[in-house]
C-alpha cells in the first residue's frame, strides 16, 4: 500500500466508486441493503484514510472506523463528533458481507447508513483541498 500524501486522491476515488455503487443499487428494482451497507462503510473508510494520508499519517490496515476516526481526530479534534456515525457504520464492514440469522439491514437502515456516510464525507471533504471533492 502506497502512503504518499498525494496517494489520498485516489482513496477518495476508490470512496466514490463505492458512492456510485450505492447510487446504482438504490434504484434497483430490488435493492441489496445489505450492499449498500457494506458500500457505505467502505466509502466512510476510504475517506478517512485519505484524510491521514493528506494529512502524512499512514492509513492503519483496519476496518475499525472508530479507530480510524481516534485517529483523524489526533489532527483535527472537532472530527471527534463523527464517532456515532462510525460507530454505527463499524458493523456492515464485515458483517453486511456475510449471512446471519439474526439482522439483515432494510431500506431505513441502508438509508441511515448512506446518510451517515455523507455527514462524515462532507466533513472530511471540508478540510481538504478543493480538488479533493472532485475525486
Known sequence: MNDQP???????????????TIENNVVASRVP?????????????????????????AA?????????LSACAEIDPKLGGLERECQELNSYGVSARYPDDLFEPGEKEGS??????HRLRTEIL???????SQA
Open 6 to 20: 498525494s496517494n489520498y486522491i485516489a482513496w477518495l476515488a476508490k470512496a466514490r466508486n463505492d458512492l456510485l
Open 33 to 57: 441493503w445489505d450492499t449498500v451497507c457494506f458500500h457505505a462503510q467502505q466509502a466512510a473508510e476510504k475517506t478517512l484514510k485519505a484524510f491521514l494520508i493528506f494529512n502524512g499519517r
Open 60 to 68: 492503519a490496515r483496519t476496518h475499525d472506523l472508530v479507530v480510524l
Open 112 to 117: 441511515a447508513m448512506v446518510a451517515a456516510t
Open 126 to 132: 471540508s478540510r481538504l483541498p478543493a480538488e479533493a
